[in-house]
Nanobody, 118 residues
């Protein structure tokens, strides 16, 4: 079992920055493929970024490339999403996702709200 807890969301003006955190328990990050998803009001949940357990390679959806950065802190067993140059279309609930060794069931956090508005 893996438990995930997101934090760091909030209200920010366009062009601003936020850093989201996803604290994992039950397994170490070195055994988890992890990802960020988001869901805007009235829309389906969409992929934002992922990092694999095996080589820590990172992928981003095109709309966030150059603005968002994923990183891991093994000592804190925490995944981060640094979000810069935020736009109104980045608004939504951001969810952390994990899969043990990249296979099997997916685990989700409860989500954290990000609102980009002036």
């Amino acid at each position: 079992q893996v438990q995930l807890g997101e934090s760091g969301g909030g209200l920010v003006q366009p062009g601003g920055s936020l850093r989201l955190s996803c604290a994992a328990s039950g397994r170490t990050l070195s055994t988890l493929s992890m990802a960020w998803f988001r869901q805007a009001p009235g829309k389906e949940r969409e992929f934002v970024a992922r990092t694999t357990w095996s080589d820590s390679s990172i992928q981003y959806t095109d709309s966030v490339k150059g603005r968002f950065t994923v990183s891991r802190d093994s000592a804190k067993n925490t995944l981060y999403l640094q979000m810069n140059s935020l736009k109104s279309e980045d608004t939504g609930v951001y969810y952390c996702n994990a899969r043990i060794l990249g296979v099997g069931p997916e685990y989700w956090g409860q989500g954290t709200q990000v609102t980009v508005s002036s």
